[in-house]
């Protein structure tokens, strides 16, 4: 019994440290090439200063009430932008995979929304919507939007004809065979669409936010635009950290999701 009990510790931290150390040694690598570009003089020290000045300048930054205010806009922003993407590319995806026609008639269209590039939209958004929070809106959607949705009609053409015939002859309707069937099969690449999905609407608020600057409404974007505007790069590094570290967050949050999915059908042994 005590034997188990300090085993158990041991593996975990053993885990804990299988997971961190090689994120420790990229990010050092990075920190050590960028202090070796830095003192290499490649550019002048107000174009590209070193970390130790880069990292100042974020503590100071952590330190005001506006860093915090812009951090809650941007990411209230990309969590109602995502949501709404959520819903409109998983209705979509859904119909398209069960409706030929339909699919024979937006199938390619959706594709070629999901390669369009983000800021391409913001004209038009602008333009119908104005300088407002409605045209970010908009952006993010069409970003994010068609990933899930093929995301959705990828995972739905994958799931084995066995369980559709399975579940039609234990008397499931339509509904209930994409409710507890179609649906649960297809969620593997279902997730891999909505980290695709994120990815793309974290990309164009970024893009939306330096275009579309709206007055007493700090945000990330607006902060990176209004350090390059007054030469403040310090400050601009440590805004681009700022989001690279949320973007991280969130893709690890979403990795966690996927491996446990994984791990409950057997398709992940040891991560």
């Known amino acids: 019994m005590s ?16 997971w961190t150390w090689p994120k420790l ?18 550019r002048p020290s107000y174009v590209l200063p070193g970390p130790i000045e880069t990292f100042a300048a974020l503590f100071d930054m952590v330190g005001t009430e506006r860093f915090w205010l812009a951090v809650k806009t941007t990411i209230t922003r990309a969590g ?5 993407a959520l819903v409109i590319g998983s209705i979509v995806g859904i119909a398209v995979a069960r409706i030929k026609p339909l699919r024979l008639a937006v199938g390619n269209v959706i594709t070629g929304l999901q390669v369009m590039p983000s800021i391409a939209w913001f004209p038009l958004a602008i333009l119908v919507f104005g300088l407002n929070e409605q045209a970010i809106l908009f952006v993010v959607v069409l970003g994010a939007g068609p990933s899930i949705a093929n995301g959705v009609i990828a995972g739905i053409d994958h799931v084995p004809p066995a369980f559709t015939r399975l579940g039609r002859v234990l008397g499931a309707g339509p509904v209930a065979l994409y409710r ?3 649906l649960p099969a297809a969620l593997p690449t279902y997730v891999a669409g909505l980290v695709q999905g994120w990815s793309f609407a974290w990309r164009s608020l970024m893009a939306g936010e330096l275009l579309v600057i709206i ?10 635009d209004f350090a390059r505007q007054m030469s403040k790069v310090p400050e601009l590094i440590a805004t681009m950290i700022v989001i690279l570290l949320i973007g991280m967050l969130v893709d690890t949050i979403f990795g966690t999701i996927s491996r ?6 057997g398709l992940a042994i040891d991560d």
Do not use: C, H, M, Q
Not at 80 to 84: D, E
Not at 215 to 224: I, K, M
Not at 260 to 265: A, C, E, G, L
């Open 260 to 265: 446990k999915i994984r791990r409950d059908r």
């Open 180 to 182: 507890d069937i179609v």
């Open 25 to 42: 040694f990229a990010i050092a690598l990075v920190l050590g090439a960028w202090e070796i570009l830095y003192l290499s003089e490649w």
């Open 3 to 18: 034997n188990t009990r300090f085993r158990l510790p041991t593996i975990t931290i053993r885990a804990a440290w299988s």
């Open 215 to 224: 007055a007493e409404t700090p945000s990330l974007g607006t902060t990176l």
């Open 80 to 84: 109602s932008g995502f949501l709404l």
